[in-house]
Antibody, heavy 119, light 108 residues
Framework: QITLKESGPALVKPTQTLTLTCTFSGFSLTTSGVGVGWIRQPPGKALEWLALTYWNDDRRYSPSLKNRLTITKDPSKNQVVLTLTTMDPVDAATYYC???????????WGQGTLVTVSS | SFVLTQPPAVSAAPGQTANITCGGPNVADNSVHWYQQTPGQAPVLVVYDDSDRPSGIPERFSGSNSGNTATLTISRVEAGDEADYYCQVWDISSDHVVFGGGTKLTVL
């Protein structure tokens, strides 16, 4: 059974760096074709893809946020970490991590973690 | 970059059929995936690879993809189907993920 869970601060100040951790079980990030992605959703708005890390250590970023994002993985801990620098109130959102299967589909999602940006 | 366009809202009466479209240039060249999201919950995959259903998803959910439009079809709509629906592709050319803007399905 595949599960994922996001963790991190619920509140960050403007200009700070957000660090979120996705802890997963039921699969290995060393298995060919597997990936873990991050997706966010501002309140009342649509889903927005942020970043993706693959089993082979390849990484992809949203073009609009690539200069602020870093995704790393630690397969031994079953964790994927996302950092987003220079936080702004417009970055307030629920942040999800998800298991990526062959073909680019996100078949399992975490419950999400709500991040507020305020001084 | 690739853009997927969905209608903001669709409505259907119980028992009727709801069609939710997802438009993009030659979207049929990509595999389209569909997610259902109810308020306060994480998205749930309902259709993948244009027309396949994960286990546990009712047969009432089906999909198609041709030309510039992919479609999620919900037959015999139920009150519990009221939710936001998102289409998604993996743009092979850029190796980026793209989501549509979402469609709110209202069951009348």
């Amino acid at each position: 059974q595949i599960t994922l869970k996001e963790s991190g601060p619920a509140l960050v100040k403007p200009t700070q760096t957000l660090t979120l951790t996705c802890t997963f079980s039921g699969f290995s990030l060393t298995t060919s074709g597997v990936g873990v992605g991050w997706i966010r959703q501002p309140p009342g708005k649509a889903l927005e893809w942020l970043a993706l890390t693959y089993w082979n250590d390849d990484r992809r970023y949203s073009p609009s946020l690539k200069n602020r994002l870093t995704i790393t993985k630690d397969p031994s801990k079953n964790q994927v970490v996302l950092t987003l620098t220079t936080m702004d109130p417009v970055d307030a959102a629920t942040y999800y991590c998800a298991h990526r299967h062959w073909g680019g589909v996100f078949d399992y999602w975490g419950q999400g973690t709500l991040v507020t940006v305020s001084s | 970059s690739f853009v997927l366009t969905q209608p903001p809202a669709v409505s259907a009466a119980p028992g009727q059929t709801a069609n939710i479209t997802c438009g993009g240039p030659n979207v049929a060249d990509n595999s389209v995936h569909w997610y259902q999201q109810t308020p306060g919950q994480a998205p749930v995959l309902v259709v993948y690879d244009d027309s396949d259903r994960p286990s546990g998803i009712p047969e009432r959910f089906s999909g198609s993809n041709s030309g510039n439009t992919a479609t999620l079809t919900i037959s015999r709509v139920e009150a519990g189907d009221e939710a936001d629906y998102y289409c998604q592709v993996w743009d092979i050319s850029s190796d980026h993920v793209v989501f549509g803007g979402g469609t709110k399905l209202t069951v009348l």
